[in-house]
């Protein structure tokens, strides 16, 4: 991995940059980054048939995933959109799937959706009862959709905004956060600032997310449950 792969190596906190770079030097033949090798197209084919993929097993909680496609990735026009959409959709606590599939319904044990930005991808994670993982399917869904119709509120909008930016803020306390910044910088052709960033977020208007979320599509669901052929 290290003679044939793209690495790159982080050091957060109080060293010696000059002393650590030359240790690491020493230690490994490290080669210049390309990043244009990380750099994926966005341009998903749509493959009408959503992979549906039940496996059982001995559980009394049922596993439902569900991973979405979008067309954009990190540093791309629409991304930030993309985020914003993830945070309302089920990004934290205030999301709709965390108030209507786990709070009204009481359709999931835990349920949040997270991106992979460098991809393009939005990937929903669920602990739900095995006899209503069809429903919590369905549910999720549904919001998707409504999402994208445009039905939320400014409300809804503007609360997402406000909890990306402070996650934004809160990140440079923690140094495993400052790391994912750091890599996704050294994607870019220009490094995007903090200001930038959070400019970016604040633009991001309804019209935006519709736009983004009409060129999404559901492309797989995965279930682990109880029962069936182990």
Same mark, same amino acid.
């Given at each position: 991995?290290?003679?044939?792969?793209?690495?790159?190596?982080?050091?957060?906190?109080?060293?010696?940059?000059?002393?650590?770079?030359?240790?690491?030097? #020493?230690?490994?033949?490290? %080669?210049?980054?390309?990043?244009?090798?990380?750099?994926?197209?966005?341009?998903?084919?749509?493959?009408?048939?959503?992979?549906?993929?039940?496996?059982?097993?001995?559980?009394?909680?049922?596993?439902?995933?569900?991973?979405?496609?979008?067309?954009?990735?990190?540093?791309?026009?629409?991304?930030?959109?993309?985020?914003?959409?993830?945070?309302?959709?089920?990004?934290?606590?205030?999301?709709?799937?965390?108030? #209507?599939?786990?709070?009204?319904?009481?359709?999931?044990?835990?349920?949040?959706?997270?991106?992979?930005? %460098?991809?393009?991808?939005?990937?929903?994670?669920?602990?739900?009862?095995?006899?209503?993982?069809?429903?919590?399917?369905?549910?999720?869904?549904?919001?998707?959709?409504?999402?994208?119709?445009?039905?939320?509120?400014?409300?809804?909008?503007?609360?997402?905004? %406000?909890?990306?930016?402070?996650?934004?803020?809160?990140?440079?306390?923690?140094?495993?956060?400052?790391?994912?910044?750091?890599?996704?910088?050294?994607?870019? #052709?220009?490094?995007?600032?903090?200001?930038?960033?959070?400019?970016?977020?604040?633009?991001?208007?309804?019209?935006?997310?519709?736009?983004?979320?009409?060129?999404?599509?559901?492309?797989?669901?995965?279930?682990?449950?109880?029962?069936?052929?182990?």
């Amino acid at each position: 991995m290290i003679n044939n792969d793209q690495c790159s190596v982080y050091v957060v906190g109080n060293v010696e940059p000059e002393s650590v770079e030359k240790q690491i030097r #020493e230690k490994f033949a490290l %080669k210049p980054f390309d990043k244009h090798q990380f750099q994926h197209s966005t341009h998903h084919l749509h493959d009408e048939e959503v992979d549906y993929i039940v496996e059982y097993d001995d559980v009394d909680q049922a596993k439902l995933n569900m991973g979405y496609r979008f067309p954009t990735q990190y540093g791309q026009s629409g991304y930030a959109a993309f985020v914003v959409f993830n945070m309302m959709f089920g990004g934290d606590p205030s999301s709709v799937l965390f108030n #209507e599939v786990r709070e009204k319904q009481s359709l999931a044990y835990s349920i949040h959706s997270q991106i992979d930005g %460098k991809n393009g991808y939005l990937f929903v994670l669920s602990g739900v009862s095995s006899d209503k993982y069809e429903t919590a399917k369905d549910t999720i869904i549904s919001e998707f959709e409504k999402i994208k119709a445009g039905d939320f509120t400014e409300e809804k909008l503007e609360l997402a905004k %406000k909890v990306i930016i402070s996650h934004r803020y809160e990140s440079e306390d923690r140094p495993k956060s400052i790391i994912e910044i750091m890599h996704n910088q050294i994607l870019l #052709e220009q490094p995007q600032s903090k200001e930038t960033f959070i400019n970016d977020i604040q633009k991001v208007s309804r019209e935006d997310i519709v736009s983004v979320a009409e060129k999404a599509f559901l492309d797989t669901i995965y279930v682990l449950t109880k029962g069936g052929d182990k």
